[in-house]
């Protein structure tokens, strides 16, 4: 017989993880391919921890590969587009790329949707700045506005919400992006992990882990810094071979650390 004065408690379902339900619900609508790749980020790493010797300033990893899809992006513009009510695709020639920006509200640290405009016409250092307020003032933010008020719909209001606008790109430019990236942290540094995200865009960038490993480089086997990253496309809208070339700029434009030496 169960104990009925056994001890428990309850704590309430932050707000902001509404985000997350609503994800699950687009994500069983999308057909999403998923490619899991490993990325040599030794360079890039070795100049942000130079960077950071020099000036005391930690250059945020986040902002770096946002730099660098962006530019990925540019040169592959289907990666970005959206798919309107007429079944044809629209692309618009600036970059906005939405980012899960993990910041402190009421006390808890939770997860916040932030959009990066014109990404592919912006440098490095813009793009950190911008970061950087986000986390040190998440409420002064136009999204955070936003999220207070339409989380407090019901469930079946939000997905009416989504089904509706997400084929008006002119509409959802306005509060949305086709492109997410967002960092799993769970796994922790040094872990060859992967994470498989409930994916409802065009593009999405799961950052994952990064690990020492054995790695050719210069012809010889030695210990390289990886980043676990998948990548996530939205099949209806970006066809296999676009999406490789695409993923193939993408690592290149990473493992290069472009635009970190233009920092400062």
């Known amino acids: 017989m169960r104990n009925s004065r056994e001890r428990f408690r309850t704590e309430p379902i932050p707000k902001a993880r509404r985000w997350a339900f609503d994800a699950g619900y687009m994500g069983r609508r999308t057909h999403i391919i998923h490619g899991l790749l490993e990325v040599d980020v030794t360079e890039p790493l070795a100049i942000i921890a130079h960077h950071r010797r020099l000036t005391g300033e930690k250059i945020s ?44 509200m009421k006390g808890k640290k939770v997860p916040m949707p932030h959009i990066f405009k014109a990404v592919n016409k912006r440098p490095l250092r813009e793009i950190h700045e911008e970061m950087r307020a986000t986390q040190s003032k998440p409420l002064q933010t136009r999204e955070a506005r ?9 469930g079946f209001l939000r997905h009416l ?26 796994f922790g540094k040094g872990t060859t992990a992967w994470g498989i995200p ?3 865009f065009t593009l999405t960038i799961t950052l994952g882990p990064v690990a020492k490993k054995p790695g050719v480089f210069n012809d010889q086997i030695t210990i390289r810094e990886y980043l676990h990253m998948t990548v996530s496309i939205d099949h209806d809208i970006v066809d296999g071979a676009p999406a490789a ?19 400062d």
């Open 61 to 104: 990893f986040t902002a770096f590969i946002i730099n660098c899809l962006a530019q990925a992006i540019d040169d592959n513009p289907h990666a970005h587009a959206y798919r309107d009510w007429r079944d044809r695709l629209v692309i618009f020639e600036d970059v906005h790329i939405n980012c899960m920006v993990e910041v402190q």
């Open 146 to 154: 936003f999220m207070d008020r339409f989380l407090l719909l019901p």
């Open 161 to 186: 919400f989504y089904r509706i606008v997400m084929r008006m790109p002119h509409t959802m430019r306005q509060n949305s992006s086709p492109v997410m990236v967002t960092a799993v942290g769970m």
């Open 198 to 200: 409930m994916a409802n």
């Open 245 to 263: 070339r695409f993923v193939q700029e993408l690592r290149e434009l990473i493992e290069c650390g472009f635009g970190l030496k233009e920092i």
